[in-house]
């Protein structure tokens, strides 16, 4: 579709800061546990199953209870409505009861008139338990039999004919680890009963509709008498889509046990070992290809650690399996997904949402490919991607009608300068014996739509006061990505006003109901969608109103500068807005919209499941210390489609972010789970995101200037998602460096993370 030019002095298309940026820094932006606490508000503490399996034999509650300021404990017996969290798998308990599931699991909570009693109340809790044997990886799961759903298995042409008449084969393992999300503001929600047996919740959530069901489903209550609120939230990443509702209900179950309001705050340490992680993956795989290097045929096993509960791990396996392809046509192929049920944290939504675990592996396929030819990496890239004409649908069915793979990759070796860094490395190698280098150039080719379909729906609300400035509501969340400042562009740009003239209010439960989860890269695109379509229709009755006085027809009427334009007279907006509320004109709209076109069918995988794809590519330089395995990313080069930018500086900000992001994943986070199935890493001293001083020397980010080719709002694309996998170029030019350290030619043995350790082992450095 072709979009209109904006006008240079709309609100969309500029670099405006965050919405809530001054008072972030200064301090003023409150977060939940800064809101002011009610009389009589208790504090609530989790009660943490020891076991990773085990029984639940029995409680000493006396000394927990004897501690002065403890109020009283809350068990499963005390839950008055439904015992499990209502998913559709209906297979995780709101609180332990007589089997324990993971270590870290919640039996219960100590409430207490202060946090730190409650903490203390909780940990002198005495359990009486039996140990049982536990699963605690996806390959001893998979060998049990032990699932949390059943496999999909996803196949096209003749994956057994075609590895056999090739003339290279490879197999391969690989193991991909789980990540923690480590969001700023941890884990929160505030209860308050209200009157006549209604309540008010205030939630860092993602997803403030399910918490909205699951309280309400806990306490044995309709949907209409449970309200939940999140300004904002102090980072998500996706470990506040579900499993913020555990913890709003466990601070509205003790709530309604004592009758009073009560906040939960989980310590970091507790929330590390309670919420789940990124799914760690165990691949297994087989590639048949020729001399070129092109893939011919591939059988794929990916192995999901789902943890102990289903969560969402159904619909992020299935995303494993759609990305992967990545950028590359897979001609006879075969994917195996199996969906572990393990005594672990329930692994849930991350960035990228199975995307990255499933790219991973075909990145990693391509590299040895390459490898095992003797040629440059990029060039066995370039040699699988998908065509425009040909070679130009999916394994699952779906048609690229927006591919601009080509043209990205060939521009972004031309800025990088590949060529003449690749060979300038090489040399240096060659000199260097202890400091070697390695690069890789790697694509993303990232779909964009919630896969469940019906969840590609929103609504919002605008309202025009007789001032003239503007309330805005979504269904949305802001999580820090700037999601409310985008959304308020829009809105601004429909009616012509400069974005200070516009307000967004929280997202709430009571405002736009059945709202989606802001996730899968979907925020603006649905509810600056439906944002846009209210403002639109104010804008429209407006138009009208004036097109009546002036003798001119409604479509006549610009709205631009904060000024209302007919071709007879141009009017002040606020002078506009008066008059019409003078008038009786509505001054406030509803709008809703759902993503078109997209369809598929969940049990054969099948269909078109997302509206478009966000592509980019990463040129990434490392260094390896051969001496002790420590590596160093120099430098990147990032050039990302993000559609016509809605906000060039919060678009590059996300992609800065999602690369640092997953550069940690691929390199330094790494979870530990001892034998008895303990989380070992569960705090900053341990666990290691990374820090400024981890970021490239060089890092250079540059967005392709192409406006979306489907009907998107202003023709941007999501940006929140995608740039994650971008850090897989990390990780390709580590095994790159690696393979030139070695120098036999021989497939690089390298699992994720890519700690000092794991690169040793890979190097021959270690047994």
Known sequence: MNHPALPPSGACGQALPHESARAHVTGAAPFIDDLPELAGTLHAAPILSPLAHGRLLGLDTAAALALPGVIGLVLAADIPGHPLLPTSAQDEPLLAQDELLYAGQVIGLAVATDRETARRAARLVQLRTEALPALLSARAAHAASHYVAPPVHLARGDVTTALAQAPHRLTGSLESGAQEHFYLEGQVAYALPQEQG?????????????????????????????QVVCRRMGGGFGGKETQASQVAIWAALAAHKFARPVKLRLDRDDDFLITGKRHAFS???EAGFDDQGRLLALELTELADCGFSADLSVPICDRAVFHSDNAYFLEHVAIHSWRCRTHKQSSTAFRGFGGPQGMLVIETIMGEIARRLGQDPLEVRRINLYGTQERHVTHY????????LAPLIDNLVQSARYRERRAAIMQWNAANPVIKRGLALTPVKFGISFTATQLNQAGALVH???????????????MGQGLHTKVAQIVAQALGLPLASVRVSASDTARVPNASATAASTGTDLNGRAAQLAA?????RLARFVAEQDGCSAAEVRFEQAQVVSPKVSRAWKEVVAAAYSARI???????????????????????????????????????????????????????DVGRSINPALDIGQIEGGFIQGMGWLTSEELVWDAQGRLLTHGPSSYKIPSAGDLPAEFRIELWPEANREDNVYGSKAVGEPPFMLAISVWEALRDAVAQARGDGQPVRLDAPATPERLLRALGGLD
Request: charged residues 15%.
């Open 283 to 285: 691949f297994d795989w």
């Open 536 to 540: 639109i229709q104010v804008r429209e």
């Open 397 to 404: 069915g779906m048609p690229l009608e927006d591919n601009i």
């Open 586 to 640: 509505q001054l406030w709209s509803d709008g809703y919209y759902r993503t078109p076109k997209i369809h598929y069918d969940p049990r054969t995988l099948t269909g078109r499941p997302f509206y478009y794809f966000a592509y980019g590519a990463a040129c990434t330089e490392v260094a390896i210390d051969l001496l002790t395995g420590e590596s160093r990313v120099l430098a990147v080069d990032i050039l990302h």
């Open 198 to 226: 209604q309540w008010l919740v205030h939630a860092s959530t993602q997803h403030p509709g399910e918490v909205q069901h699951a309280v309400a489903s806990a306490l044995g209550l309709c949907n209409h008498d449970v």
């Open 464 to 478: 025009v006061y007789t001032d003239g400035s503007v309330l805005l509501n979504h269904g949305g969340t802001e």
